[in-house]
């Protein structure tokens, strides 16, 4: 097995993890991370199968490393090298998960009240009366988990984590099936209710679209490793590696040659696939001759009925719209042009132009919206 390492604070939580799968073939995942977070919301997202899970798990105390130390507000909870390992129940880490494991027999105010059987019967009415107001759902005390909503649901099993206080609050997931709106309404609570209480909060996600409702700061993992840190922004708008492109909402990714290297601009020449297709992108430190990945999102690209003139964006081609999709109050367009894009559009944008399959079209990519990715 190989080794495992952590360090946590309670205003800044410090994580170094080396960690293979623990199975008996061979295994090429292995999580190395160093991260550090501060008090509020901040996500931590990638792919499937990138250690976001594992590493809550270490934190929480509900995976052991083999080296390394994890310490909240000056109290250590692991060290290796000392040999203290404290008890996940005694680390006052709060970890939410998917599935929020409510008790279905408890109404909402027995659910909440559960961990608070070491506390006076007047301070434990006190709490769970102000936290089910903290989170809306005070007028569902009496309900069981069976007769209210999902959204209430995840009201309540946060309320039921933070009820007694916790150094660290773990979310894995938890608001998975909601839409964006009342994921927002909900961590808006969260974050009020943390204003007065400044811990850290680190909330695991694949979803784009709940990074760009919920996050302050990102950090983003990929095949054990972090690829970057920051703003939203900053981290997804811009991915390094192919799988965090994907999760990130980029749906074209396109395998391409470089043709050539325009230092003086800040671009090269490359030609996708095996077509004829041209484009310009950023100038990478690579080679002519040499094979790269370019990524696109969908929504970035514009389409033209007729040829446009004059322009500031570099790429214009010609092609073909193979097929379209409305889901709801986006179009998606297929369009060939030599080689596959995927455009999304607004319906208005489908009647005003009169767009339907087999019409030629014209595609135009600012330069800037196309990213290198290994």
């Known amino acids: 097995m190989d080794p495992v390492g952590c360090e946590v604070n309670a205003t800044m939580l410090t994580a170094r993890i080396r960690k293979g799968r623990h199975s008996a073939g061979p295994s090429s995942f292995a999580l190395d991370v160093s991260i550090e977070v501060s008090p509020g919301v901040t996500i931590l997202f990638g792919p499937s199968g990138a250690g976001k899970s594992t590493l809550l798990d270490c934190i929480a105390g509900l995976a052991r490393p083999d080296e390394g130390q994890i310490t909240v507000d000056g109290e250590v909870l692991f060290d290796s090298a000392r040999g203290i390992h404290v008890p996940a129940p005694k680390r006052r880490t709060a970890y939410v998960f998917q599935t929020l494991a409510l008790f279905p027999h408890l109404s909402a105010e027995e659910n909440v009240a559960y961990g608070l059987k070491d506390f006076q019967e007047k301070e434990r009415r006190e709490k769970v009366e102000a936290i089910l107001k903290a989170f809306r759902v005070e007028k569902l005390r009496k309900q069981r988990p069976g007769g209210i909503s999902g959204g209430e649901k995840q009201r309540i099993a946060l309320a039921r984590s933070l009820v007694s206080e916790p150094r660290v609050l773990l979310l894995d997931e938890p608001l998975t099936g909601l839409d964006a709106e009342l994921k927002a309404a909900i961590v808006d609570d969260l974050r009020a ?14 979803s784009r ?7 302050e700061r990102v950090i983003a993992l990929d095949n054990g490793r972090v690829r970057s840190a920051g703003a939203p922004m900053d981290v997804l708008d811009a991915p390094r590696r192919t799988k965090l492109a994907q999760a990130a909402g980029f749906e074209n990714l396109l395998s391409a040659t470089v043709l050539d290297l325009r230092e003086g601009d800040g671009v090269m020449r490359v030609r996708l696939e095996e077509s004829t297709c041209e484009i310009e992108v950023p100038l990478g430190y690579v080679a002519v001759g040499s ?36 889901r709801g109050m986006m179009a998606i367009a297929r369009v060939d042009c030599g080689v596959a894009f995927i455009v999304h559009i607004t319906p208005g944008a489908v009647r005003a132009l009169e767009l339907t399959a087999g019409l030629r079209v014209w595609l135009v990519l600012k330069t800037h919206s196309c990213h290198l990715v290994e």
Do not use: F
């Not at 209710?193 to 694949?206: D, E, R, S």
């Not at 679209?209 to 996050?215: M, N, P, S, T, Y």
């Not at 970035?300 to 073909?320: F, K, Y």
């Open 193 to 206: 209710w943390n204003a007065a209480k400044g811990i850290p909060i680190l909330y695991v996600t694949h």
């Open 209 to 215: 679209e709940e990074v760009d409702a919920l996050g």
């Open 291 to 326: 094979r790269v990945r370019v990524a696109v999102r969908a929504g970035d690209i514009l389409l033209a009925t007729e040829r446009p003139h004059r322009l500031s964006a570099r790429n214009v081609m010609e092609g073909r719209i193979v097929s379209l999709e409305q």
